[in-house]
């Protein structure tokens, strides 16, 4: 014990002889001391400039450039018109140079703080293209493509007369496609397998969400061949036959039929099967 205070004594007389000590260290009060804090006086930027400056760097196509400088608007000026103006250009600014996740942040941002904005559906769009120019090929999970169908889908259905909508009804249909092109490459490995019940629930999805796409014919052939397999011709034959009434020309049509023919069976179509109710309930059948 002894020992210790002699080593803490002997500390705090080397701490005195340096002319410090440990607790003047810690005092707040000497951070004061020495040169005096001179603040840097940053001249205010008139917000129009700044908005300038950015269009400037939009013309040069220097987008990332652009999309920092509108970017100070939003924290020179919060809550103001210049903040509005500035979000929705920096979205624009972060879409045009490509970084698409950075957009659709700043877009949802711009909705959120702006529901009632003339500029949503823009705003919404944009969010949507962003997604969309990221969908990956159709062996990939296609999330970005399931975002992309939502938004494009919120634009038609909440703002029909807007500019924006035949542009997002005609990329609804090409995500849609994908959509459905995923579930059949699925349904296919699984038909392949020998897994029917999995795979029947696969071409169950296609013709539930995206039957006006083009994969539907196929869907209705691979649940014929499904069906087939399973040893429920019933079901089989009205595949046969939902195919071949809405798609008469169909080179699928003509494969289902000739695969019914080798158990000798004839397209016929139940009116209580799921596949004749679902068709029926889009008016398509």
Known sequence: MLTVFRIAAVSAL??????????????????????????????????????NQGLARLQKKD????????????KQYPYSQWQKKGLLMTTFSQYEAGSYDDAIASAQRYISLYPTSPDVPYATYLAAMSYYNQIPEISRDQERAAKAAVL????????????????????????????AGKEMLVGRYYLNQRNFPAAINRFREVLAKYQTTRHAEEALM?????YLAL??????????????????????????YALLQTDGLQPHEDQ?????????????G
């Open 272 to 284: 209580g099967s799921w596949i004749s109710k679902s068709f029926h309930k889009l008016g398509l």
């Open 14 to 51: 080397a701490l005195q002889g340096a002319g410090c000590s440990s607790l003047d260290s810690l005092n707040p009060m000497n951070l004061f001391s020495g040169d005096k804090y001179k603040p840097e006086v940053v001249p205010e930027v008139p917000a129009d400039d700044i908005y």
């Open 231 to 256: 040893g429920i011709p019933n079901e089989a034959q009205t595949a046969a036959a939902v195919l071949g009434h809405n798609f008469p020309d169909s080179i699928w049509y003509k494969d289902a």
């Open 152 to 179: 494009f889908g919120q634009i038609i259905e909440k703002y029909p007369k807007s500019e924006y909508t035949e542009d997002s009804r005609y990329k609804l249909q090409v995500v849609r496609d994908q959509l």
């Open 63 to 74: 987008y990332s450039s652009a999309s920092k400088k509108f970017g100070e608007l939003d």
């Open 222 to 226: 691979r649940l014929t061949e499904a």
